[in-house]
């Protein structure tokens, strides 16, 4: 008897889990300006590597805050600080081989006045999925076996892949306020399609940008624009493929009046996952008994798809009690988090907090600002039993006046979805045992949850002769129904 096999890679959950890293920096003000106020600061942090080791996962990246502030002549102006940061994830039971997956977030950040600059307080919350990857040994069939029963069910593993990437140079120009200079910028690429082109995969989107301009009597503005975009990624179309967009450097300055120029750098990847289909044995017998074979239940991690949804959020928000009205609404900061993401009842449930801080003009003309919490809830039907998501914010309105102004945000949210599978398989044949009785035909009563192939195997009778011996009977097979067996006499 030739017995086939093969090796199966498979990835399974190890774990997940939330960490949080605690950052405080000092950041020093760009040269020759001073500081009146902070208006509002964007941040984000970036995961540079992830290492696991032994009882850990080690994530180093790094925070950049944005922060917009006035000067004490009340001209405000924006400048860039970066901090690097290095954390280390407590979780017994991973090692080297393993790889993990870390989705940043800063679901709190605050600056203050200290010593002529800022003082920086945030948290960085990691979330975190441990994956550990197998390799199981099964036999795929038997050959030159005469009078062998066999059972074999298909296995199909399925894992994210990259398929290929690119760095895209994005440069525009866009129509500018007059008379005014640039303050800061924001922006937020979006992926909107992937066509098959010639030369690889084609993926289209826009770059959502928020340019904050500023006058020489201190004035500022908000522009929102959006700049298409499209690049070819060298690689063939893969099964469930997307593609993901995230901006490394962005640059907006005024080059003449009326018109200013957008400079962006953006990382482009096209994802997608490799499926591997085999024919695997789950059980098998002869009638002479001169082998046994006994199943492994085993189990996997599949990559299923991606999944993403806009929503539109509007809510009145209300000016705090200690504070003025609001005369002009200026613009609008944004700093998303997700607080739990869970698969139950049937549904994948992302839940999130975005804090909005609002800048707006008083009665008298002075800037002022306050940061407000909207709560975010996605849900969709469950493609998977594990989700992992991100979101993300943009294009913020604002407007109204008094005690309350009115807000309007898009939060696009982006998921990953994996299926847990369980399947069995036979890794090696074992000795074998002869039948339990030499009769040349009995009756057997069937126990509790025996099928036409457990009752063959018990007494060395092909699965085709106990079907043809009993013409009627059926499965499932009820407790204690009689089953003729008749053996070929040796």
Known sequence: MEIRKTTLLTERLFGETVAEAQMESAIPLPQGKTLERVLSAECEATVREIACREGAVVVTGVMTIRPTVESAERMPYAFEASADFTHTIRMDGVTPEMTARVNPEIPACSLRREDGGLRMQATVQLRT???????????????????????????????????????????????????????????????????????????????????????????????????????????????????????????????????????????????????????????????????????????????????????????????????????????????????????????????????????????????????HELPMLFDTEAKGTLLIPRVRAYDAQVSGSGRSVALSVTVSVDAEWYRGIDFSCVAELGPGTPPETDSNMLVWFADPDETLFSIGKRFGVPTARVKACNPTLSEPIREGTPVILIRTAR
């Open 129 to 371: 999925v441990v994956f550990r990857t197998e390799q199981i040994p099964c036999i795929t069939g038997l050959e030159d076996a005469p009078e062998t029963e066999i059972r074999t069910a298909g296995v199909t593993l399925r894992r994210r892949t990259l398929l290929g990437a690119h760095s895209l140079r994005l440069s525009e120009t866009i129509d500018a306020p007059r008379g005014m200079t640039v303050i800061g910028a924001s922006g937020t690429p979006l992926i909107n399609g992937l066509v098959k082109g010639t030369d690889g995969m084609i993926p289209q989107g826009e770059l959502k940008l928020c340019v904050l301009f500023g006058g020489s009597d201190g004035g500022v503005r908000a522009e929102r624009y959006s700049v298409p975009f499209s690049d070819v990624i060298g690689c063939e179309p893969g099964e469930n493929a997307f593609a993901a967009a995230s901006l490394t450097s962005l640059s907006v300055t005024v080059e003449e009046e009326g018109s200013a120029s957008v400079d962006a750098a953006l990382s482009i990847g096209v994802y997608g996952s490799s499926s591997d289909t085999q024919r695997i044995l789950t059980d098998a017998y002869d009638t002479a008994g001169s082998f046994s074979c006994s199943a492994a239940h085993e189990n996997a991690l599949n990559y299923e798809a991606a999944w993403s949804q806009t929503v539109q959020l509007g809510e009145t928000v209300p000016v705090p009690p200690h504070m003025k009205d609001a005369y002009l609404p200026l613009y609008a900061a944004l700093r998303p988090a997700v607080t739990r993401a869970a698969v139950e009842n049937g549904k994948g449930v992302i839940e999130g907090v975005l804090a909005v801080t609002v800048v707006y003009r008083d009665d008298d003309g002075m800037k002022q600002s306050f940061t």
